[in-house]
Structure formats: C-alpha cells, structure tokens
C-alpha cells in the first residue's frame, strides 16, 4: 500500500514537472514571436523613417517596400516633420 502511494506520489510530482517544462517552453515561443514581430515592425518603422527624410519616394511606394499601412506612412510623415 505504502508503494502505491508513493507511486503515485511521484508520478504525480513528475506530471507536475513536465506540465510546468511545457508551459514554459510555450510562454518562451510565445515571447520570442511576440518580440520578433515587435523588431520586424521597428525595422519597417525605421526603414520608412529613412526613406521620408530622403524624400526619395512618394507614400505609396515606401508603403509598398515596407509593406506598412499608407495611413501609419502618413502618422510617421507627421511625426518627422
């Protein structure tokens, strides 16, 4: 009886583990997604930036290479101005 016990016991310490490995390797993916998503739209941020203060190309163009809304290429004119 007292085997069993201490079976179970363990197993469920061991399940407890594995749960919270998983759970922290999926909030790790989670971060690393969220954060490579956050620099991808720097980069398209400053990139766009780059390209007004040129004066190079029209709003439409840089909201094509960068693949930014028109309207946040607009904002971002503002804010440079």
Known sequence: MMTQLFDEETMRKQYDIASRRES???GIKIGEE???KLG???TK???A???ITK???SLDEISQITG???EKIKTLTMSIS
């Open 40 to 42: 991808e739209e720097r």
């Open 24 to 26: 922290l390797e999926q």
């Open 49 to 51: 930036s780059a390209l």
């Open 34 to 36: 969220r954060g490579l």
């Open 55 to 57: 004066g190079i190309m």
């Open 45 to 47: 941020l400053s990139l």
């Open 68 to 70: 930014l809304p028109l």
